[in-house]
């Protein structure tokens, strides 16, 4: 039988430590409505949810994390600026990893406040390396709002750029829509055959399929239209490539990013403030020079995420998940705000993992 007792204690600790420093105790529902909140965590968790039916209520789902209810609840109701913290159970079902646990307990720690969302990624990045100091992880991050920024920069049409934008998240559909993009991959000879034709729904037969006749319509002609835009430079898909491989320390990942910068200037303002943030890392006593950056992390996580990500985890166990993960989610609080957001910067600690490689002293 699962032990709960243990990781139900230290999750209570750490939520009397976060409260101690703050942070306001909130206690989400375990069951959240699928219509309005499912599609907010992006295709992954999506696909992992328990989803059930509630004849009054509609489609609802176990809440496979705390980040989405507790913006839901602030922006509802919460005064600026604001402090949370949590600690409970979360579910997702794992048919690709059927030795991680389905449901397991997080404590978190949410910062919602515009004043100085630096100060705010340092202050969460900073509690969590303080609680998981004694058990030696090795700590990562990463920042989402730079990807963004150079895909937005791309000499390329909003369609493309979109399109990129949202496979983020899936880093080879990410590549192959890259390659496609740059031309480095030609139009298969069936899409070049459909394209050639002047109207390819005149000898087509009964409509029989779910689309009507104006949505095939509308998709012939965005096909048209890309196939028509010039492709992206090779020199583009090249910076693309080497910001996606930086991977040092924090002091050289930023020398290599500043160098980026000149031939990309829409990082700019994204590398200045991963040096800000550095720099409040380093004003928090966080020894910045042995604290990894990688562009690519986090891309597979929650995709929510829009700056600002990181991870602890235990170096010589690759097998198992980080033992705490976070990020800046600005987007998702406009998401849920109806007309109103804030920035917000938050993360979890995983008591269970803590536990099994040996606890906090
Ligand atoms: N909710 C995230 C962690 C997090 C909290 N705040 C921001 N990120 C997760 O479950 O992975």
Avoid at 56 to 71: N, S
Avoid at 140 to 164: C, N, P, S, Y
Avoid at 294 to 302: L, P
């Amino acid at each position: 039988m699962i032990d709960r007792s243990a990781p139900r204690k230290l999750a209570a600790e750490l939520r009397s430590r976060f409260e101690a420093l703050g942070a306001v105790p909130v206690e989400p529902p375990f069951l959240l409505p699928a219509d309005t909140l499912l599609d907010l965590y992006g295709e992954d968790i999506r696909g992992r949810a328990y989803v059930t039916y509630d004849p009054a209520r509609g489609e609802m789902f176990m809440r496979p994390d705390f980040t989405v209810p507790v913006v839901q609840m602030h922006m509802a109701q919460g005064a600026e600026p604001a402090r949370y913290t949590y600690a409970g159970e979360v579910f997702r079902r794992q048919e690709e990893n059927p030795e991680r646990a389905n449901e397991y307990l997080q404590v978190g720690y949410e910062i919602f406040d515009r004043t100085n969302p630096v100060a705010a990624e340092a202050e969460v990045f900073g509690r969590i390396a303080e609680v998981l100091k004694p058990m030696g992880l090795r700590a990562v991050m990463g920042d989402i709002g730079l990807l963004h920024a150079a895909v937005q920069g791309l000499e390329t049409t909003d369609k493309r750029k979109a399109a990129l934008l949202r496979h983020i998240w899936h880093p080879r559909r990410f590549r192959a829509l890259l390659d496609r993009f740059a031309g480095r991959v030609p139009l298969s000879a069936a899409r070049k055959a459909l394209l050639a034709q002047a109207d390819p729904m005149a000898n087509a037969g009964p409509l029989i399929g779910l689309r009507s006749e104006g949505e095939i319509r509308d998709r012939l002609a965005a096909l048209k239209a890309d196939a028509e835009a010039a492709p992206i430079s090779a020199h583009q898909v090249e910076l693309i490539e080497a910001l996606l491989a930086v991977r040092e320390t924090a002091p050289f990942a930023l020398e290599q990013l500043r160098d980026l910068a000149v031939d990309m200037p829409s990082i700019s303002k994204a590398v200045e403030r991963l040096s800000d943030r550095i720099d409040a890392l380093k004003a928090l006593g966080i020894d910045v020079d042995t604290l990894e950056f990688e562009a690519n992390y986090g891309r597979t996580s929650m995709e929510y995420y829009d700056g600002f990500v990181f991870g602890f985890v235990a170096a010589d166990r690759p097998d198992l998940p980080p033992v705490a993960t976070g990020g800046r989610y600005d987007a998702l609080t406009a998401q849920l705000g109806q007309g109103s957001a804030i920035p917000a910067v938050g993360g979890v600690i995983r008591p269970g993992l803590v536990l099994d490689l040996g606890g906090l002293s």
